[in-house]
């Protein structure tokens, strides 16, 4: 089966459990299907391990086929981040810029190295020579909250208005400087050349400061050209051009894609959507982006729910699980905190917003997608051929499956409270 007819039977399913849950479970679509495909992972393999029937190695095949690494990172991300941009109201970023700036780069940096320092005193605790290099390049991989997962469950929940903004703020910003810090250590941990900290420096100011330009100049582009047309549908169409060639081409000259997609996101949707679309294109834009992100997030979180196929599963890798779902929750509160310290001498905040920043901090397919791109081979355990890669998989894999189903389910009656806070004292 090709790749094509794999995507349209994975989009099938996808849409099947959505419909389902709209008559039945009621659940959060996206968590509904991660959790669908989880029960229909787990029941394969159950399956075949009594002997009912074998479908386990023909669908990790399949899925196999796929590439999820390439199909979100150089792919559908630029849509996602694309769409996430034009929803968020440059007034509320304006009134939160500091606490986001302070989220997205302050708080992600103290998460990598505190979860990067931690895994590896773990590690050599319990006889797992596990390198600090590698234990960093998780910390920056699991640090970012996920703008796919965080968008999806998060923002349609109505949270009070700063707490909103903060959250998809920092979900769309540091999830770009999640990726620059990822390249940057994945570089020094296997990149041919001996790393450094000027080269280490360059890369990190091409990659981030070159998205944030490439994306303004792309925004600019696109606005012009939306501008000077009248016909609404060719002005929808105009935006399809910004995650598509738009996102490759950031690519193409080395500077950072996500980025560059949220920043002209939001020029799109704060700038050209008042003074460049015609009345009819402004009606259908959100619609339209609605629609392919509804889609494309359908596909990616069956995928996530069903990626366990792919994945072999030690003892050791039970234990590093473990460890790593507590380790990444204890680290997003520290680091939602220690930023607390210092905006609370500035603003009043609701006094649930640490709460929230820190259970809200969902992990999704970002992550997954960036430990799929380990190389594999670099062993660790040698006696059970247990290398980083997989190691780095099955961590970030409990750490996001767990976020999805557990957090985003249980965020809703956090979010309540503030609302009643905030009606109390309004």
């Known amino acids: 089966m090709s790749v094509y007819s794999t995507l349209c039977f994975l989009a099938a399913a996808a849409m099947l459990i959505a419909f389902v849950n709209s008559k039945i479970g009621k659940m959060q679509t996206t968590i509904a299907i991660t959790a669908g495909a989880l029960v229909l992972s787990i029941g394969i393999v159950i399956a075949g391990q009594n002997g ?16 999820f690494e390439s199909f979100l990172l150089k ?14 109201k440059l007034p509320n970023l304006e009134d939160q810029k500091w606490e986001i700036t302070v989220l997205a780069l302050g708080a992600t940096l103290f998460s990598t190295f505190f979860i990067g320092g931690a895994l590896w005193a773990v590690c050599q605790a319990i006889g797992i020579q596990f390198d600090f290099i590698y234990c960093l390049i998780f910390g920056a991989l699991i640090s970012p909250t996920d703008p796919i997962a965080v968008l999806a469950i998060v923002k349609k929940m109505d949270a009070p208005r ?31 050349e001996a790393p450094t900290v000027l080269g280490v420096g360059q890369l990190f100011l091409q990659e981030a400061i070159g998205g944030i330009a490439y994306g303004f100049a792309l925004g600019l582009l696109f606005h012009y050209l939306i501008s000077a047309t009248d016909d609404h549908s060719m002005e929808l169409l105009l935006t399809l051009g910004i995650p598509t060639a738009g996102y490759v081409f950031a690519d193409v000259l080395h500077v950072s894609g996500p980025l ?10 704060n700038w050209t959507r008042y003074i460049g679309f015609s ?3 402004e009606d259908h834009l959100d619609h339209f982006w609605e629609l392919v992100d509804e889609f494309l997030n359908g596909v990616l979180f069956l995928l996530i729910g069903m990626s366990m196929l792919q994945f072999s599963f030690h003892s050791e890798d039970w234990i590093l699980m473990s460890i ?13 905190r220690l930023s607390y310290v210092g905006f609370n001498h500035y603003r009043d905040y609701n006094p649930y917003s640490v709460r929230i920043l820190t259970w809200g901090g969902l992990r999704g397919g970002l992550a997954l997608a960036m430990a799929m791109a380990i190389p594999a081979g670099v062993i660790v355990i040698p ?11 099955v961590m970030t894999y409990a750490v996001v499956v767990f976020s999805i189903l557990v957090q985003g389910s ?8 503030a609302k009643n806070w905030e009606s109390q004292n309004s």
Not at 163 to 171: A, K
């Open 279 to 281: 009345k009819e294109s």
């Open 52 to 67: 009912w029937f074998n479908l386990q190695d023909i669908a990790a095949e399949q899925l196999g086929k796929i590439n």
């Open 410 to 417: 249980t965020i809703t009656s956090l979010i309540q409270k």
């Open 260 to 269: 560059a997609m949220v920043v002209a996101g939001i020029m799109i949707g």
């Open 162 to 192: 700063r707490i909103s903004t903060q959250i998809e703020g920092e979900s769309l910003f540091n999830d770009g400087f999640g990726l620059v810090l990822f390249v940057t250590l994945f570089t020094i941990a296997f990149g041919s």
């Open 75 to 88: 792919g559908i991300l630029g849509f996602l981040l694309f769409a996430g941009g034009l929803g968020i």
């Open 383 to 393: 006696e059970k051929n247990i290398d980083v890669r997989e190691i780095m998989l």
């Open 324 to 336: 790593a779902v507590p380790l990444v929750l204890l680290s997003r509160y520290l680091s939602v």
